[in-house]
Nanobody, 122 residues
Framework: QVQLVESGGGLVQPGGSLRLSCAAS????????MAWYRQAPGKQRELVAR???????NYADSVKARFTISRDNDKNTVYLQMNSLKPEDTAVYYC????????????????WGQGTQVTVSS
């Protein structure tokens, strides 16, 4: 079974920075796209950033020029560097791995992490 484990969330003051990490494990052969989503209280989950196997990235307009997504394919890990954080960035951040193929399987599946809380407040 594939597991995604996130880390790096916490409390930070406005203008500060945080770096989120998400490590995927479980006899993984390949992962197509890895992404970060977030969900604030009372709001729908939204895409923050994603990166595919060719390192092509996409960002939500609200985080462009502030957040940077990257991945280490050898470690099956995706990162989200968040700079110039604002109170409106407060949310639970979820890692997503799309198109995951395990050794010995011909299936591609999607997986989610458990979420990590990011709170931006003075």
């Amino acid at each position: 079974q594939v597991q995604l484990v996130e880390s790096g969330g916490g409390l930070v003051q406005p203008g500060g920075s945080l770096r989120l990490s998400c490590a995927a494990s479980g006899r993984i052969l390949s992962i197509n796209t890895m992404a970060w989503y977030r969900q604030a209280p009372g709001k729908q989950r939204e895409l923050v950033a994603r990166i595919n196997s060719a390192d092509t990235t996409n960002y939500a307009d609200s985080v462009k020029a502030r957040f940077t997504i990257s991945r280490d394919n050898d470690k099956n890990t995706v990162y989200l560097q968040m700079n110039s954080l604002k109170p409106e960035d407060t949310a639970v951040y979820y890692c997503n791995a799309n198109g995951v193929r395990q050794y010995g399987s011909s299936w591609f599946r999607d997986y989610w992490g458990q979420g990590t809380q990011v709170t931006v407040s003075s």
